[in-house]
Every structure is written in structure tokens, then in C-alpha cells.
Nanobody, 120 residues
Framework: QVQLQESGPGLVKPSQTLSLTCTVSGDSITTSYYAWSWVRQAPGKGLEWMGVIAYDGRTSYSPSLKSRTSISRDTSKNQFSLQLSSVTPDDTAVYYC????????????WGQGTQVTVSS
């Protein structure tokens, strides 16, 4: 059974960098053809895809967030991480990690989500 668990600070100050980690258990993040994504949902809004890292380390980002987003991985810990720089209160959201296909929405697994609030 594959499980994903997000972790990181729940409160970030404006202009700082938001950093979250997703720990995967039950499968390796290097399993062929799997991809691992970050998705967020701001209050009162729909899901927003942020970016993805594939089993081979390739990445892709949302054009609207690309300049501020970085996704990396630590294969020794079976984790992948999100960094979002220069945050504003508009970045307040529940952040989810997900696993499955490269294409947005093709997910087999989801984390439970973690609330991140941007506030001074």
C-alpha cells in the first residue's frame, strides 16, 4: 500500500520561502514511469497543479508558478520536496503531494494535505 505524507511548517512569513516534503512509503519514487506532483487548493478555489518530478528526475512546472517553484528529491529517503519562493498571502492553501502519472489528474495516490498559511 502506497502512502504519501506531507510535512513542513504551517506558517510562513511573506517574502520567505515555503518548503514542504512528501515522504513516500510502499513504493520507490524511482519506480519506472511514476511521477510525483504537488497540487494546492487555496480557500474557496479549485485545485491548482504546481509541478511534477518524474522517476528519472525530470521536472515540469506550472507556467504561472515556474519562476518561484522548485521540486527536488532525495532518493535515499524516498522523499520529494517543494520550494516556493517569495510567498505572499495568496499562497495560503492546503498543499497536497500526489503520485501517479506525469499528466495532471492522473494520480493513484494522494497525501492527506497540509495547511500552509502565509502571514506576518
Amino acid at each position: 500500500q502506497v502512502q504519501l505524507q506531507e510535512s513542513g511548517p504551517g506558517l510562513v512569513k511573506p517574502s520567505q520561502t515555503l518548503s514542504l516534503t512528501c515522504t513516500v512509503s510502499g513504493d520507490s519514487i524511482t519506480t519506472s514511469y511514476y511521477a510525483w506532483s504537488w497540487v494546492r487548493q487555496a480557500p474557496g478555489k479549485g485545485l491548482e497543479w504546481m509541478g511534477v518530478i518524474a522517476y528519472d528526475g525530470r521536472t515540469s512546472y506550472s507556467p504561472s508558478l515556474k519562476s518561484r517553484t522548485s521540486i527536488s528529491r532525495d532518493t535515499s529517503k524516498n522523499q520529494f520536496s517543494l520550494q516556493l519562493s517569495s510567498v505572499t498571502p495568496d499562497d495560503t492553501a492546503v498543499y497536497y503531494c500526489a503520485g501517479g502519472g506525469w499528466t495532471y489528474g492522473q494520480y493513484d495516490y494522494w497525501g492527506q494535505g497540509t495547511q500552509v498559511t502565509v502571514s506576518s
